[in-house]
């Protein structure tokens, strides 16, 4: 029996066999393959003491057990609370997002829910208001001027706030009062004119009147 080799065939195979290995050959370069990622990544992520391993798994899964996570934008492991919050949040930090993709489409989709939206615009206001007391920190979350908020009104609003009673300590379940935004307009005029005295007197009186 005589075996017949198409050439065509051959030639074929030995183009797809090149391309095949280049790919992989560029990818290679770029990093080494993590079956966990199921995707290549820098090389870094493998080490381990300075040291790089054989390992088959990246040290990115290690480090969420540590509450860290890599960044594209930041090339560094940094805080998981610095990513967006969701199931499985990604390789970029809300900071990186609309640098690296995504940032413009995730932000349009949070503002379109109402309550995610409120809570954003309090949770700026308190920021700014950070800033004006020269404040070395913002100590609360969303979820905890949302939680000072209900401890007073329950069902929650747009039209409240939260403000520090003393304007020297920063801003904290110890250090909050929950004022309408008209009163914080007032409460702010206040502070430009350097009424310090006066404000802490009001805040501690819309204090009271609601314990």
């Given at each position: 029996?005589?075996?017949i080799?198409?050439?065509?065939s051959?030639?074929?195979?030995?183009?797809?066999?090149c391309?095949?290995?280049?790919?992989e050959?560029?990818a290679?370069?770029?990093?080494?393959?993590?079956?966990?990622?199921k995707?290549?990544?820098p090389v870094a992520?493998f080490?381990?003491?300075?040291e790089?391993?054989?390992?088959t798994?990246?040290?990115?899964?290690?480090?969420?057990?540590?509450?860290l996570?890599?960044?594209?934008?930041?090339?560094d492991?940094?805080?998981?609370?610095?990513?967006?919050?969701?199931?499985?949040?990604?390789?970029?930090?809300?900071?990186?997002?609309?640098?690296?993709?995504?940032?413009?489409q995730?932000?349009e989709?949070?503002?379109?829910?109402?309550?995610?939206?409120?809570?954003?615009?309090?949770?700026?206001?308190?920021?700014?208001?950070?800033?004006?007391?020269?404040?070395?920190?913002?100590?609360?979350s969303?979820?905890g001027?949302e939680l000072?908020i209900?401890?007073?009104?329950?069902?929650?609003?747009?039209i409240?706030?939260v403000?520090p009673v003393?304007t020297?300590?920063?801003?904290?379940?110890q250090?909050?009062?929950?004022?309408?935004?008209?009163?914080?307009k007032m409460?702010?005029?206040?502070?430009?004119?350097?009424?310090?005295?006066e404000?802490?007197r009001?805040?501690a009186?819309?204090?009271?009147?609601y314990?």
């Amino acid at each position: 029996m005589t075996l017949i080799v198409n050439s065509s065939s051959v030639v074929l195979h030995k183009n797809m066999s090149c391309k095949t290995h280049t790919e992989e050959t560029n990818a290679t370069a770029k990093g080494r393959y993590c079956v966990k990622c199921k995707t290549y990544v820098p090389v870094a992520n493998f080490n381990t003491g300075g040291e790089t391993t054989d390992s088959t798994i990246c040290n990115i899964h290690a480090c969420v057990e540590q509450a860290l996570r890599y960044c594209r934008g930041c090339d560094d492991f940094i805080a998981l609370d610095l990513f967006p919050r969701k199931i499985r949040p990604g390789y970029v930090c809300r900071k990186h997002m609309n640098t690296h993709g995504g940032g413009k489409q995730t932000h349009e989709k949070r503002m379109a829910d109402p309550t995610r939206k409120r809570l954003k615009n309090q949770w700026e206001m308190y920021y700014r208001d950070c800033r004006k007391f020269k404040h070395s920190c913002s100590a609360m979350s969303f979820d905890g001027i949302e939680l000072e908020i209900k401890k007073v009104y329950p069902k929650g609003s747009s039209i409240y706030a939260v403000m520090p009673v003393d304007t020297t300590v920063v801003v904290g379940p110890q250090n909050v009062v929950v004022v309408t935004v008209e009163q914080r307009k007032m409460l702010l005029k206040l502070v430009k004119s350097g009424a310090l005295q006066e404000y802490t007197r009001v805040c501690a009186s819309i204090k009271e009147s609601y314990q």
